[in-house]
Nanobody
Framework: QVQLVESGGGLVQPGGSLRLSCAASGSIFGIKPMGWYRQAPGKQRDMVAHITSDSRTNYAGSVKGRFTISRDNAKNTVYLQMNSLKPEDTAVYYC?????????WGQGTQVTVSS
């Protein structure tokens, strides 16, 4: 099995920053693609950022230039640095890891952007 533990969410004012972390453990067997989705109340879960096993990245258009995804392969950890946060970034953020054709998900961490 694969386990993912997220941390770093919280309440931040518009224009502020947060850094999310997600540590993977268990039956991973090598470096796997990882990333982040988010889900706002009453909306579907949308991709935010993705990083491949060789650290190529892609982003949703709404976060490009504000968010940065990175990884530490030695720690099996993926990060999401979120800058210039907006109220519309408010959501539960879920990390995932891809292994053997399926995604494994974390439990989610709440990010609230409000004054």
């Amino acid at each position: 099995q694969v386990q993912l533990v997220e941390s770093g969410g919280g309440l931040v004012q518009p224009g502020g920053s947060l850094r999310l972390s997600c540590a993977a453990s268990g039956s991973i067997f090598g470096i796997k693609p990882m990333g982040w989705y988010r889900q706002a109340p009453g909306k579907q879960r949308d991709m935010v950022a993705h990083i491949t096993s060789d650290s190529r990245t892609n982003y949703a258009g709404s976060v490009k230039g504000r968010f940065t995804i990175s990884r530490d392969n030695a720690k099996n950890t993926v990060y999401l640095q979120m800058n210039s946060l907006k109220p519309e970034d408010t959501a539960v953020y879920y990390c995932y890891i891809q292994r053997l054709g399926r995604n494994y998900w974390g439990q989610g961490t709440q990010v609230t952007v409000s004054s």
